[in-house]
């Protein structure tokens, strides 16, 4: 970090929680004296994360201890150990996310969940440093509801509408991530809306602000805790600034994007907005969104035959298995599409991980 000046990280970290978006621990603690909120993953870092060397030792003692249980005893068993090699390193909690071949069983996605819960307690990491990624699909948020009166807390991942975002909040979510950009964009530009004013000017941005809006007015509608918006999927320092002044409770940043703001000085004079400091709850705040982007609540880049009708929060969206939700997940072009795109690379992570886990078990 610079010393010279505030950098862009040390200003975000004023507006809101900044978690790391990557599992290898010498990156975590390379960020120091920054300490990340939360640490999150997917089944892309697990993969990552389970072919670094330094976890070949203990892919193979793993494998030799569970073989008999299969691949995904193994699989667990390893994602969990590798938080651990993290737990140090960040405040508050690791994140796992239960496989995505799952997503639309709730059964399978339930056993699973439960299955990384008993590995927590194992290396005695108790339910509140840790919270399980389901993607909101129907199935998925009916287990998130289950999951919740077991005392293990969710994040609902894969987020990209306002109905998902209300079923969520149905389910009893600690949070939900909605991604930014869709997972394209990661590796074909074409996909990316590059702009030096996300907030304003990102095609998901409205869509974010009606969620954050939606929850605020909830919380005072209700009185009732609402899921917190963990923003994710930044492909510059400049969005990630974006999820500040949107309001957003936290924002999850890959390695890339977090040692860039890290080494950012800020100038508040070349931002196009500047987001508030953090509230000790943060739906309290009135007027929720700023002036410069109230509009956006209005507007849908994303729909741009949107009717302009708030989506409804009476509506049960786990009723009949999550069949609500998913019906409204096809009815909505982007979410199905982004929803899809998510589910297929996780997909391919898992059996890649998969892959690399049989030939292990077969070595041993």
């Known amino acids: 970090m610079t010393t010279s000046s505030q950098t862009w990280l040390q200003k975000l970290q004023e507006q809101l929680n900044v978690d790391v978006d990557y599992m290898d621990p010498e990156f975590t603690r390379s960020l120091l004296p920054f300490v990340p909120e939360d640490m999150t993953s997917n089944q892309n870092y697990v993969h990552q994360q389970l072919c670094h060397p330094v ?12 073989k008999d249980q299969g691949w995904l005893a193994i699989y667990t068993r390893m994602s969990v150990l590798m938080c651990q090699a993290n737990i140090n ?26 299955a990384y819960s008993r590995e927590f307690d194992r290396v005695g990491i108790s339910k ?24 293990i807390r969710t994040l609902g991942t894969a987020v990209f509408s306002v109905h998902q975002a209300i079923a969520a909040s149905q389910a009893g979510c600690l949070y939900i991530s909605p991604y930014y950009n869709e997972l394209p964009a990661h590796s074909d530009s074409k996909f990316w809306p590059q702009s030096d004013d996300p907030a304003l000017l990102h095609p998901m941005s409205s869509r974010l602000i009606q969620i954050l809006e939606a929850y605020a007015a909830l919380y005072q509608e209700t009185n009732k805790e609402q899921p917190f918006v963990k923003l994710a999927s930044f492909l510059s320092p400049a969005e990630a600034m974006a999820a500040g002044e949107m309001g957003c409770h936290s924002a999850t940043i890959g390695d890339k994007v977090l040692g860039q703001l890290a080494t950012l000085p800020y100038e508040g004079v070349k931002q196009p907005g500047e987001g508030k400091p953090k509230l000790s709850h943060p739906y309290q705040r009135n007027p929720f969104t700023a002036a410069r982007l109230q509009s956006l609540a209005q507007l849908d880049p994303l729909t741009p035959q949107w009717n ?42 898992e059996k890649r991980s998969q892959d690399k886990i049989d030939k292990v078990m077969a070595s041993v």
């Open 128 to 151: 509140d440093r840790f919270c399980l990624k389901v993607p909101c699909t129907g199935p998925g948020l009916v287990a998130c509801a289950i999951l919740k009166n077991e005392g």
């Open 55 to 66: 976890n070949e030792k203990l892919l193979l003692d793993v494998a030799k201890e569970c």
């Open 308 to 349: 302009g009708k708030a989506v409804r929060a009476d509506v049960d969206y786990l009723a009949n298995g999550g069949a609500e939700l998913d019906k409204a997940n096809k009815a909505d072009e982007e979410t199905r599409k982004r929803l899809s795109d998510a589910l297929e690379s996780f997909i391919g992570s």
């Open 89 to 114: 390193n960040i405040k508050g909690r690791v994140l796992l996310q239960t496989l995505p071949s799952y997503a639309y069983d709730t059964e399978k996605t339930v056993e699973h969940a439960r």
